[in-house]
């Protein structure tokens, strides 16, 4: 059983920065593919980053590639999500999710998930 806590959500302006980050606890960090999740008010869960784990590569949604950047420390367990350049259509919760499985960005993929952080971006 995995158990994920996210932290850093909060208050940013446009086009600022913002790194999310995400803490494991409870089963092996390796086994996991481990991805960031999106959902803005009124719509559905979307993935936006992830770390594969069967070739550690990283994978982003086309509309934050380039701008985020997702990275994992297997020490402290912590997969944290910097978030550059932020638009106002990033705001809405993060949620963080592990899964064992071969989905990557897909929402249903995943079989643990935290409880989410929320952003609001201002302009």
């Known amino acids: 059983q995995v158990q994920l806590v996210e932290s850093g959500g909060g208050l940013v302006s446009f086009g600022d920065s913002l790194t999310l980050s995400c803490t494991a606890s409870?089963?092996?960090?390796?086994?996991?593919?481990n991805g960031w999740f999106h959902q803005a008010p009124g719509k559905e869960r979307k993935g936006v980053a992830c770390?594969?784990?069967?070739?550690?590569?990283?994978y982003y949604s086309d509309s934050v590639r380039g701008r985020f950047t997702i990275s994992k420390n297997p020490d402290t367990t912590t997969v944290d999500l910097r978030m550059d350049k932020m638009q106002l259509e990033q705001t809405g919760t993060y949620y963080c999710?592990?899964?064992?499985?071969?989905?990557?960005?897909?929402?249903?993929?995943?079989?643990?998930w935290g409880q989410g952080t929320q952003v609001t971006v201002s302009s």
């Open positions: 999710a592990d899964t064992t499985g071969t989905g990557c960005l897909t929402t249903v993929a995943y079989d643990y």
């Open positions: 409870g089963s092996n960090f390796d086994r996991y593919s």
């Open positions: 770390i594969h784990r069967f070739n550690g590569n990283n």
